[in-house]
């Protein structure tokens, strides 16, 4: 009974007990996983970038940046801009945020993060480190 109830648990916490039930159509995630062979794959992993969150976001929240660290800040990841990062993230992150994203709605954090950056720049994941950053464009491979 226990270990169907954790299978319960993790399927509603992972999403996957809500994807064969959502049929709404939602825009493409450009994610780059930079580590995929080193994300966590153990029973009670969660990806806190599966989580939901409210995208209303500060007052004094401007830019891209400063929303993406809002959103970040609960799930540990940090937005990475420099050295390794994208040349061109910072002038993703130092735009205004847009018309778009400020419309109040509940959505997967990760969701959110492309919504701030437009669906035709990559969101670049490197879960092993917690880091996120974003490139310009969408990458194929």
């Known amino acids: 009974m226990n270990k169907i109830c954790l299978a319960l648990l993790v399927m509603v916490f992972s999403g996957s007990a809500l ?8 825009a ?3 994610v780059l996983d930079a580590t995929k062979l080193t994300t966590p794959k153990t029973l009670g992993y969660v990806d806190p970038l599966k989580g ?3 995208t209303l976001f500060p007052d004094d929240a401007k830019t891209v940046r400063e929303a993406v660290i809002y959103l970040l800040e609960p799930t540990g990841y940090r937005l990475i801009t420099h050295g390794a990062a994208p040349y061109d993230s910072n002038a993703l992150v130092d735009r205004a945020i847009p018309i778009s994203a400020k419309i109040v709605r509940t959505v997967p954090v ?3 993060l492309q919504i701030l950056i437009g669906t035709e720049n990559t969101i670049i994941i490197d879960p092993a ?3 996120i950053s974003f490139e310009k464009g969408v990458r194929t491979k």
Do not use: E, G, Q
């Open 19 to 26: 994807a064969a039930t959502n049929t709404k159509k939602t």
């Open 52 to 54: 939901y969150a409210r």
């Open 28 to 30: 493409p995630v450009n």
């Open 110 to 112: 990760i969701d959110a």
């Open 129 to 131: 480190h917690k880091l």
